[in-house]
């Protein structure tokens, strides 16, 4: 969990460059109006269902840890606290991550209709 955690820090530093443009590929690959319905039924994560404490950890080396926490302040102009902003940014990676292998899976489907191949279920949700 822990790399995890830290690519979705990264990608929210980082302004979810390489995400949306992921997103961006999958949409064009299978259409708007596919994507729109793909997109509709799948539906957000959301943090406040969790029944368990919102304090997260994540375990940097020495000289990293410094690095991020100075970026996350200048991201946050020292309005929240790192906690809450990594959660923010974990939350954004399980739902553009979910949004990636749901769009993922529809390509993989229409793909094998047009070839012909059978339908299998893909679970997106």
Known sequence: ????????????????????AMLNILKEKIGTDMS???????????????????????R???????SVHEDVRQATSGSSSMNHWVLKALVAWVNIKRQHYALLSAAIAIDEARRGAPARKLNVK
């Open 60 to 66: 940097f080396p020495p000289n990293v840890r410094g």
């Open 1 to 20: 969990m822990n790399s995890e955690a830290v690519a979705a820090i990264l990608d929210m530093l980082e302004g979810q460059v390489r995400s949306v």
């Open 36 to 58: 729109q319905r793909v997109l509709a039924e799948l539906p957000d994560f959301d943090l406040s269902s969790c029944k368990v404490t919102k304090k997260f950890v994540v």
